[in-house]
């Protein structure tokens, strides 16, 4: 069981990224889906995810209105549209599957490796 993010890179404010979460060796439908970030000195903390059961999306109080999580079945991927960035969003995402609560990291088995995403002003 593997996966993969992609789409990382370096905007300016007020750009707009798209990350890819591609799963391998396993169903991301069976699954909760989660986004996470880790900036340096700071603490993993969560961003996004969507439910294995019905879509259901989740977003913290930083990334709602602004990110919007979805899933593709056909490529078993699923994607994190970011727009309106900011410094504040620059670290590392991951993405993660699991059974949930959405934002606990400690409820995710499979993790991605992660890709960097950098802001500035």
Known sequence: EQLVESGGGSVQAGGSLRLSCTGSGFILD???IGWFRQAPGKEREGVSAISGSDDSAYYTD??????TISRDYA????YLQMNSLNPDDTAVYYCAAGSGPPF???AYHVWGQGTQVTVSL
């Open 62 to 67: 930083s990334t709602k209105g602004r990110f």
């Open 75 to 78: 490529k078993n991927t699923v």
């Open 104 to 106: 606990v990291a400690g």
């Open 30 to 32: 069976d699954w909760l």
